[in-house]
């Protein structure tokens, strides 16, 4: 079982930065792979970024790369997602997420964060 709490989200202008983070808990955590989607206002889900277990392999989509960047402490149980250069079209709330074996494009992880809210002003 692994419970997500995220936090770090807010308004900012475009062209600013945040860092979102993600607290879990569990004693298995540094087993599962970690990840963060978002959903803004009329649109379906959407992956952002993955990390796998070590924090060795990381996955961004398209629209986020080279921006953000996804990173993992496993001896403080967190996943935290660095947001660079953000836009108005970044506005969204963001989950973190868990899975046991893979979070990636087209997945949907089996573990949700609570979601928090980022909104970037143009």
């Known amino acids: 079982q692994v419970h997500l709490v995220e936090s770090g989200g807010g308004l900012v202008q475009a062209g600013g930065s945040l860092r979102l983070s993600c607290a879990a808990s569990?004693?298995?955590?540094?087993?599962?792979?970690m990840g963060w989607f978002r959903q803004a206002p009329g649109k379906a889900r959407e992956f952002v970024a993955a990390i796998n277990w070590s924090g060795g392999s990381t996955n961004y989509a398209d629209s986020v790369k080279g921006r953000f960047a996804i990173s993992r402490d496993n001896a403080k149980n967190t996943v935290d997602l660095q947001m660079n250069s953000l836009k108005p079209e970044d506005t969204a709330v963001y989950y973190c997420?868990?899975?046991?074996?893979?979070?990636?494009?087209?997945?949907?992880?089996?573990?949700w964060g609570q979601g928090t809210q980022v909104t970037v002003s143009s």
């Open positions: 569990g004693r298995t955590f540094s087993s599962y792979s």
């Open positions: 997420t868990a899975d046991p074996t893979v979070v990636r494009p087209g997945t949907f992880p089996y573990y």
